[in-house]
């Protein structure tokens, strides 16, 4: 968030589709006196689904967040919505896991350092110790929660106590190359970002540019998407993807393929930082 930009709360909602949501929507805000200063919606007619999402000026409205919530609850009650308001101003708390390749983390903290970033970062926690020196001199706390086949469990209560400890909103898997619980998944539903290495659905699970090079494709890709218990199929947030050949070598692949994953977790991080990821079932609606 550019600190010159006014103080905007933000309306995110989804609901059954039908005449009248977006006069509704914005005669309530217009009703107060409020400044729409960005709107975006999609009508999806297969599903008959709705999504919408507006900016509001916050100064020109003659009340703060917790009463425009109580005063917008009957609009959203009238149209069955799933909603949410958010103040801009408000950084969320990103938690970051890691593992030992460093790219993806690397991009995450310049950028945050760089203020490119509207959010906290209160801790990273890594499955290994590789990377506690470089955290640490970011000024960052760093936790280290070994994962084994018998002790997995107890690994993600821990990462989950330390969630809740440091007040995180949600979380980022920044090539953390470890599968999280099932009970995990569910209770952070559409709070915890991954980056898959591939074009998903394309080349699910391990060592994914081994399996594109033995497939011998001509593109390679990256693709964030939201986690649940099924390994690599959670919502896509975003993707993106770069040419290859023959002349390709495993190795390259991954060297090309590493910023193409940067580039795509930093955009989705945005994209949830600032609330423009809906999400309804398996997919999402993303106003960019």
Not at 166 to 190: E, K, W
Not at 271 to 279: N, Q
């Amino acid at each position: 968030m550019n600190e010159a930009t006014p103080r905007r709360y933000i309306l995110t909602l989804t609901c059954p589709d039908r005449t009248g949501i977006v006069a509704a929507v914005g005669s309530f805000i217009a009703s107060h006196g409020g400044l729409i200063t960005q709107a975006a919606q999609h009508g999806d007619a297969l599903h008959n689904r709705f999504y919408m999402r507006v900016e509001i000026q916050a100064d020109t409205l003659p009340f703060y967040l917790d009463e425009l919530r109580e005063r917008f609850a009957p609009v959203g009650k009238q149209f069955d919505m799933e909603w949410s308001v958010s103040d801009s101003s408000v950084k969320k708390r990103m938690l970051v896991l890691v593992s030992k390749l460093d790219h993806c983390l690397n991009d995450l903290l310049h950028r945050w350092r760089n203020k490119d970033l509207h959010c906290e970062i209160p801790c990273v926690i890594s499955n290994h110790n590789d990377l506690r020196s470089f955290v640490e001199w970011h000024g960052i706390p760093f936790f280290h929660v070994p994962v084994t086949p018998d002790t997995k469990e107890q690994a993600y209560a821990e990462v989950e106590r330390l969630f809740r400890e440091f007040s995180g909103d949600f979380m980022v898997l920044a090539r953390y190359m470890q599968v999280l619980s099932d009970g995990m998944t569910q209770r952070l539903r559409n709070r915890i970002i991954n980056i898959h290495h591939s074009f998903l659905p394309a080349f699910v699970g391990g060592k994914p540019y081994h399996q594109a090079f033995e497939r011998g494709v001509k593109m390679t890709g990256a693709t964030s998407h939201y986690v649940t218990a099924e390994l690599d199929a959670g919502p896509i947030i975003d993707q993106g993807v770069i040419d290859i050949d023959h002349g390709n070598s495993i190795e390259e692949m991954v060297r090309l393929g590493k910023d193409i994953e940067k580039s795509v977790l930093s955009r989705s991080v945005r994209l949830h930082l600032e609330d423009r990821i809906l999400v309804h079932r398996n997919k999402t609606v993303v106003f960019k």
